[in-house]
C-alpha cells in the first residue's frame, strides 16, 4: 500500500525523518551548482510568501500554516509583507523618475 499526501516522502509514501530531507537537497543545489542556503523550511516561507502575493487572507494562511494563533503569523509574516510593500514603492518610484 502507498500513502500520499506528504511532500518529503519515501519510496512507498511515508514520511521522512526530517534530519534526513537536507541531505538530497544540498546534492541537488550543489549538481545545478545554487550557491544559496535553502532549506527545507524554505519552501514554507516561500510558499507563505506566494500566498501573500497572491493577496490570500491571513487567516487561511495562519490556518494553511498550521499556527494555532493568528498573532502568530502576524508576527512571522508581517515584516514579509511590508517588505513587498517598500519594493513596490521604490519599484514605482523609478519608474516615475525614469519618466521624467
Not at 11 to 23: A, D, H, Q, T
Not at 66 to 75: A, E, L, P, V, W
Amino acid at each position: 500500500m502507498v500513502i500520499s499526501g506528504f511532500i518529503f516522502a519515501d519510496n512507498i509514501g511515508y514520511p521522512r525523518v526530517m534530519k534526513l530531507v537536507p541531505i538530497p537537497l544540498q546534492s541537488l543545489l550543489r549538481k545545478h551548482e545554487i550557491n544559496k542556503h535553502i532549506t527545507p523550511h524554505s519552501f514554507r516561507h516561500t510558499h507563505t510568501f506566494l500566498l501573500i502575493e497572491a493577496r490570500a487572507g491571513l487567516k487561511e494562511i495562519q490556518e494553511r500554516l498550521g499556527h494555532s494563533d493568528i498573532n502568530s503569523t502576524m508576527n512571522i509574516y508581517t515584516q514579509m509583507t511590508n517588505n513587498i510593500e517598500k519594493k513596490t514603492f521604490c519599484k514605482f518610484t523609478e519608474l516615475t523618475k525614469s519618466l521624467l
